[in-house]
């Protein structure tokens, strides 16, 4: 499946940024697909994911972050609120088949988008 991510750019702090990743193949809902980031000079790290109908975020965007599926058009969203400067980071949608234990790690999907600069000033 290929995944691309969009809707980054430049932001303030308390500002909201809605990224997309759109998957071209029809088998899209079968996959779990996820957002991580990764900012510069740091490995990459998860943001949040749906998985088997549960949401799950990092703590640093839980109450601000919301992740949705819309399985009609190939798209997951990001909703991001109350930007923060350390948000700053390219962020990334994968998509594969992980299980529970693997869902927060880079290692539980096999497809990645190019990835969209969010860039968060103070």
């Known amino acids: 499946v290929q995944l691309q991510a969009y809707g980054g750019g430049l932001a303030q702090a308390g500002d909201s940024l809605r990224l997309s990743c759109a998957a071209s193949e029809l088998t899209f809902s079968s996959y779990t697909v996820s957002w991580f980031r990764q900012a510069p000079g740091k490995e990459r790290e998860f943001v949040a994911v749906v998985f088997r109908g549960r949401t799950y975020y990092d703590e640093s965007v839980k109450g601000r972050f919301t992740i949705s599926r819309d399985n009609g058009k190939n798209l997951v969203n990001l909703q991001m609120d109350n930007l923060k400067p350390e948000d700053t980071a390219v962020y990334y949608c994968?998509?594969?088949?992980?299980?529970?234990?693997?869902?927060?790690?880079?290692?539980?999907?096999?497809?990645w988008g190019q990835g969209t600069l969010v860039t968060v000033s103070s």
């Open positions: 994968g998509a594969g088949y992980p299980i529970l234990s693997t869902i927060r790690s880079p290692l539980g999907y096999r497809h």
